[in-house]
């Protein structure tokens, strides 16, 4: 099977201006996750979606960023406008849907999209 | 807030040395993730450990639940230089919201031939 796709792999944009990313999951998958590291840190946590419903999204850092996933299969990241301490690599990974308490399904990554605000 | 803290952030060895990271949350685990990113590449699921004490291995590679569920390790015997790359923790915790990995930073190792 095709594993989670990211576009664009990488981004060099200016302070200030707009980028959008995407992210296709795993055909099937329910879950949705955007992560985000800077380098030298953890993976931190963005926001999940199950289908194309935010189940949490505790972890966006500011009301710059606006995460969707239309019609629950692919989902874009978009940062307007952009900031200095936005640069890092933004993973998403996708996961089957879960089934029993305690127990999670993997969370299958994609590339990630390595962002650098100038 | 919840964390998962991870050490070492760095391990350098010779080839067949052994080699271990070790993983602490400051909040009990519903379960717990590894993940290995190679360099270059994207974080890829190893395990996943949920019962407490629970000790699973894979070839060289043993995985560590704490019986408190707030630590786990990864043991590699043995180390080849395949076996390079980033060993990321991933912890579900208590009464969040499921589907949140709290990862660690992650321990880089380097392996000399």
């Known amino acids: 099977e095709a594993g989670v796709t990211q576009f664009p792999s990488h981004s060099v944009i200016e302070k200030g201006q707009t980028v959008t990313l995407r992210c296709d999951p795993i055909s099937g998958h329910d879950n949705l996750y955007w992560y985000r590291r800077v380098m030298g840190k953890e993976i931190k946590f963005l926001l999940h979606?199950?289908?194309?419903?935010?189940?949490?999204e505790s972890g966006m850092p500011n009301n710059r960023f606006l995460a969707e996933r239309t019609g629950g299969t692919y989902s874009t990241l978009k940062v307007q406008p952009a900031e200095l301490e936005d640069s890092g690599v933004y993973f998403c990974?996708?996961?089957?849907?879960?089934?029993?308490?305690?127990?999670?399904?993997?969370?299958?990554f994609g590339d990630g999209t390595r962002l650098s605000i100038l | 807030g919840q964390q998962v803290m991870q050490i070492p952030q760095y391990q350098h060895v010779q080839e067949g040395e052994d080699f271990t990271t070790y993983c602490n949350s400051s909040t009990t685990l519903s379960n717990i993730q590894w993940y290995k990113q190679r360099p270059g590449g994207h974080p890829v699921f190893l395990i996943q450990?949920?019962?407490?004490?629970e000790v699973k291995k894979q070839k060289r590679l043993t995985f560590q639940f704490g019986e408190a569920k707030k630590n786990s390790s990864l043991h590699i015997t043995a180390t080849q230089t395949t076996d390079v790359g980033t060993y990321f923790c991933?912890?579900?915790?208590?009464?969040?919201?499921?589907?949140?990995?709290?990862f660690g930073r992650g321990t880089q190792l380097t392996v000399w031939p």
């Open positions: 991933a912890g579900f915790h208590r009464g969040s919201t499921l589907g949140r990995l709290y």
């Open positions: 990974a996708s996961s089957k849907k879960f089934f029993q308490v305690n127990s999670n399904q993997p969370q299958h």
């Open positions: 450990l949920v019962k407490s004490g």
């Open positions: 979606f199950v289908k194309e419903s935010k189940q949490d």
